[in-house]
């Protein structure tokens, strides 16, 4: 049993268009520690961890039969990232956007701006934030088509959205009708006993915020902040009962999600798995670099860096000294 999900994993990430550049045994040792992580790791969620295997086994027969995503001629780079709360997406977004100069839309982003300005939306919306339910799919998707309408031709990581089914469905249609469709669905999966370790480990001292970890940060004495000798607690939500309810609903919302993306976009589809985000970027650079590369995105990462340079010099003075010339900002 075991071996034949190592031989499936392996082989999802090869057929995978974007992964041809890869090494196979990089991607067979990496899968094979995977696999065997997650059987030995008790997890609060199991069921999900076979769903999800099984998602990407069905993925990999949908791009064997010749199922693709809708085409488009439209060569950005759009792209969504799947993941668990605490498994680093902000963090692996945040590198992205860096790296590869995409633009990023955060949907809890524009909502928090919208109640800020008082706008229309920002009042419908302001008491169902404030609870931290989910604002109507109606009114999302109107917000996502506005903020997508902005990067026409550019390349985006969109965050916060599709959070379910619905949403996912309702987002196909925008930008397929708008010849644009998704091109890359990235699911991050850390292990749910890695990240509920971490949150064992996370301490706060609360008035100030400084967060202390045992494993590689921690408090100089056991329990008390450095700076003021106080007593360190855990954050309300950082507990291991709050975060396998928060696991269990994103398990509800966001499986038949993947299953979706996994039949109908099944070559657009990576599960990306690792301890932290350090062991994850190197695979999502393997699979961003190939489509970042077809959007163009190497010229314009130079031309920015050209720009840059030429913002730079516009802000210095000029200075000739015999032969030489200085610039002095
Ligand atoms: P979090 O990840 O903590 O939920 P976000 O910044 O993504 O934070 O979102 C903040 C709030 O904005 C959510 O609690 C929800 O009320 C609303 N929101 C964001 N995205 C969506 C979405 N896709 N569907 C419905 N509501 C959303």
Redesign the pocket.
Known sequence: MLRRSVFQAVRVSRLNPAYRASSPVRQTSAAVSVLARTYSSPSPVRDYEAQLRGMLDQAARNVEAGVRAPESDDKSLRLIMVAK?GAGKGTLSSRLVKKYNLNFI????V??HEIQAGSELGKA?EK??A???????AL?VEL?RKELDRHVGESWIL??????LK?GRMLNDVLTSEGRPLNLVVNLNVPDSIILARIKARWVHLPSGRVYNDDFNPPKNPGVDDETGEPLSKRPDDTPEVFTKRLRSYYEATAPLLEMYATEYPDCLYSLTGNTSDEIWPQLMEVVAPLHERAGGYAAEADKHVRDEADDLRDTTEVNVGDKTAHIQ
Do not use: A
């Not at 955060?106 to 982003?109: A, E």
């Not at 609870?131 to 799919?137: E, K, S, T």
């Open positions: 709360p955060s949907t809890g982003d909502l928090r919306v169902i934030v609870g931290g339910g989910l604002v109507p799919d999302m996502v965050d916060g959205f599709p959070r379910t949403q």
